[in-house]
């Protein structure tokens, strides 16, 4: 039996996490889904963020589906780091993936590019890196004062993440995997990412495999964005270049991601990427999409595949269906694609 | 009296370095260069990167006029830390300046933007963050390793920056500032950065000012990179948004770069921000147009601001003239340009 832990969160988050549990339940039946009420609104409320309770709870669950959390009006780090990040480093989620397809129906600010030519994931680590916390400030608010921010990387946290990477980009058509970090100029980690890459890569002699620095990686993700198929790479960087891989494919309102413990030793958490859009929440107008291809990726790491590809192939015919410019209802978005998806 | 220094590097560094030259001569008749042979070639034939007495030589000058350095079988980082880096350390050199403009005659990737409606420029900080060279190994090549880089960021090195920022802003039309940074992770770096942004901003009512996470400003330059004016921000986001600015724009082929010591305590240097580009070395066929640009930030630099404009004027000629795909010959281009700045 199937349990998952729903974050709705703030904002649109509510309203396109409904959709996505109508999805799940059209095409699995049975799964239990308990609500917890975290994010801005909570915050305000009582000046919790994340409660140990909580974790305690959320930790029984397979999985989480979270909407999106935040207001403008909570501090800077305050839901990141004290919820997301929390999250992702006490379940261990070191696999932070965010895939990139530009659907049919669908167009990119890329002139050049057409529908189906964009299909890769990029595999993040997600438990290291500049992510750690480990910084500080010395002499505040004085001319001598001086910030640090440190960026940890260890080889069993490397290792693992690009172990992960092959092994998907074995399952895939082009095979291929390129690691993005920028060894010429942070050369202690750079040194160690590039040697684990070697190693592993010995591991999947099937598997092409190329190197960039992030700088030139963000050009390419303009100009050829077709070349790649699986990326692999560290925790900022892959931030930074999961949404240059969003904005090329049309958009942070279709892109999905999950934080995956691979293992299942901890439940995995999927969200879409985009945030809570104060601007038009409670209106019905938000695109389900992106949150509906995280629970397809939510129901793909449980181990339902064909779940999922229904999942997904119901999100690619309501793309393929759109007429570009007009209206559309949340609500009447997630019926559909719970519909299709049901088969 | 002024004086150039000229590493002309590399590939095709040398071919575009000359014309660079041609340009400078044409419209400041009577600078004086002295060629410094850095680079790949020289590290190659005697494991030298860049003496100390070179170094000391370098800085007698005005600027430092460079090609570019490196090719594949050098290590990575050789010449970057022990070259580039050590002289924009070296010389204080703590604006690194990079135009973003879609030439008239040139095309964006993207297909809804017009030529003329992309014109920003990244103030990218040039002397700390992590590029300071923090960072180490411990257990290195065991399954214990643990490589660090810290990111070092000042209370002194980041106002200075912001402050040319700022004060670039003002001279322009739109006078508007957008920093960007990750305070919502890296809070400790970002509150400085944040805290010494709004100090500075306080000099200057003027400015209109805007705060961008870098995975939204990643995004936003390929989906409105109209909205810019001028960006602010960190060594390493630096590098990564300007290549995406580049990728924008046409190509790093047309982008110009400079690391500057406003001040002119020690010398600037300028530099295409395109490589060496072995593959097309030495058959006359590399664009010289970001040298050349790079050359007007050096004439501007150097208080020529009237000769700045006629080689920029020469080069938007130039481009508009141009007949897409058609091919080039690095020195006809040079000619033209030269003939066309001494006007
Ligand atoms: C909200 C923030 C902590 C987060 C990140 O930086 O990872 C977000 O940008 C993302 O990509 O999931
Ligand atoms: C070559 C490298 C050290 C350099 C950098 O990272 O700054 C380059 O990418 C640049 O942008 O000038």
Redesign the pocket.
């Known amino acids: 039996m199937t349990r998952i832990a729903v974050v709705a969160g703030d904002g649109i988050g509510t309203e396109v996490v409904a959709q996505a549990r109508k999805v799940i339940d059209a095409v699995l039946p049975g799964v239990t889904a308990t609500e917890y009420d975290l994010g801005a609104a909570r915050y305000h409320r009582t000046g919790e963020v994340l409660p140990d309770s909580v974790l305690a709870e959320l930790a029984e669950h397979d999985a989480i589906l979270l909407g999106a959390v ?1 207001d403008p009006t909570v501090p800077p780090g305050v839901l ?1 780091r004290g919820l ?2 929390k999250l992702r480093f006490a379940f261990d989620q070191y696999v ?1 993936l965010r895939p990139a397809r530009l659907w049919p129906g669908t167009s990119s600010p890329l002139g050049q590019v057409k529908a189906g030519e964009i299909d890769f994931v990029v595999v993040r680590e997600g438990t290291e890196g500049l ?1 750690a916390g480990a910084g500080g400030t010395l002499h505040r608010d004085t001319p001598a004062e001086v910030a640090t921010e440190e960026s940890l990387n260890t080889r069993h946290g490397v290792e693992r993440v690009i172990r992960d990477a092959f092994a998907r980009a074995e399952r895939r058509e082009r095979r291929k995997v390129t690691l993005v970090h920028k060894t010429n100029v942070l050369t202690h980690a750079g040194s160690l990412w590039s040697r684990a890459f070697d190693a592993v890569k010995a591991e999947f002699p099937d598997v092409e495999t190329e190197y960039q620095h992030v700088d030139a990686a963000a050009m390419f993700l303009v100009t050829q964005p077709q070349r790649y198929d699986v990326v692999v790479t560290d ?1 900022l960087f892959g ?1 930074i270049l ?2 240059i891989a969003a904005a090329v494919t049309g958009g942070i309102g279709l892109a999905a ?1 999950g934080c995956i413990n691979p293992a299942r030793e901890f439940p995995s958490m999927f ?1 879409p ?1 985009h945030g809570s859009a104060p601007d038009i929440a409670g209106k019905g107008l938000a695109d389900p999409v992106a949150a509906v291809l995280s629970a397809s990726l939510l129901l793909d790491h449980l181990g339902h595949a064909d779940e999922a590809r229904r999942v997904s192939e119901a999100v690619a015919a309501e793309l393929a269906s759109r007429t570009p410019g007009a209206p559309l209802r949340t609500a009447e978005v997630g019926d559909r694609l719970a519909t299709a998806a049901a088969g």
């Open positions: 935040g990141e997301l990040l932070n992510y925790n931030d999961t949404d991601s969200e990427v």
